[in-house]
């Protein structure tokens, strides 16, 4: 059922970006100077692969006006490897690429005649989520979701189905991330309630995140996230 809504919505989505235009209009950052660039930098890390990312908006803050890095010499770099222009986004493009994972990811943004602006975030701890992995599961029995206790603080968890709501709340929530957390009997409840008498594959995924150090000439935000996922089958 979630999945034949999020398809419907996504159509929805597409024909009214089809209709009105992209939801962000673009500059070239060449028509820019970098007192007037907000950059968002991130990483994503899981297993022995991450994804880092930047992206590029004009202004003070994040939306309205995306940059796309013009023909003067504007670049961006993560550990010496460029990233590439990456349009698959409704909203906007953003710049990507996947390289192995690193202790930490430098990122170097530069422009013809003025030095290098350099910024870098070094993620937590991996995450090895442990448990459950392949099970069946009723919503009616309370279970462990278990990882590996090599950190602390907090931890986003999310459970994810389309026959169920996710799991603390939409999008996760924090819990503590000490190796171990308790899903209630009945916590874990239909997307709605055809889906009482339904069984699907839930994904688990744990996020740890960390924020960075932007350069001091630039405006914007740094995280690493890393990550990891494990499934189980949900049953009525």
């Given at each position: 059922m979630k999945r034949t809504l999020g398809i419907w919505l996504g159509l929805f989505v597409v024909a009214g970006t089809t209709a009105m235009g992209c939801t962000s209009p ?211």
């Amino acid at each position: 059922m979630k999945r034949t809504l999020g398809i419907w919505l996504g159509l929805f989505v597409v024909a009214g970006t089809t209709a009105m235009g992209c939801t962000s209009p673009e500059e070239d950052s060449c028509n820019i100077k970098t007192a007037g660039i907000y950059v968002q930098y991130e990483v994503f890390e899981e297993g022995n692969s991450a994804r880092t990312r930047a992206t590029f908006w004009v202004g003070d803050s994040p939306g309205g006006t995306f940059l796309t890095l013009g023909a003067c010499g504007d670049t961006i770099t993560v550990n010496g490897q460029s990233l590439g222009k990456n349009t698959s986004n409704i909203d906007h493009d953003y710049y990507e690429t996947t390289m192995a994972a690193a202790d930490s990811y430098e990122f170097v943004f530069s422009r013809e005649d003025e030095d290098p602006y350099t910024s870098s975030v070094s993620p937590r701890a991996p995450v090895v989520v442990t448990a459950p992995t392949g099970a069946s599961i009723s919503r009616t029995e309370a279970f462990d979701v278990t990882w590996d206790a090599n950190d602390s603080g907090s931890i986003n968890l999310l459970i994810d189905g389309d026959c169920i709501k996710d799991y603390p709340n939409v999008l996760g929530d924090s819990v503590s991330d000490n190796g171990t957390h308790t899903v209630n009997a009945g916590a874990i409840e239909p997307f709605v309630s055809s889906d009482a008498t339904e069984s699907c594959v839930a994904s688990v995924e744990l996020t740890r995140e960390n924020g960075g150090t932007l350069s001091s000439s630039l405006k914007g935000t740094i995280k690493g996230s890393s990550m990891g996922r494990t499934s189980f089958t949900s049953t009525p």
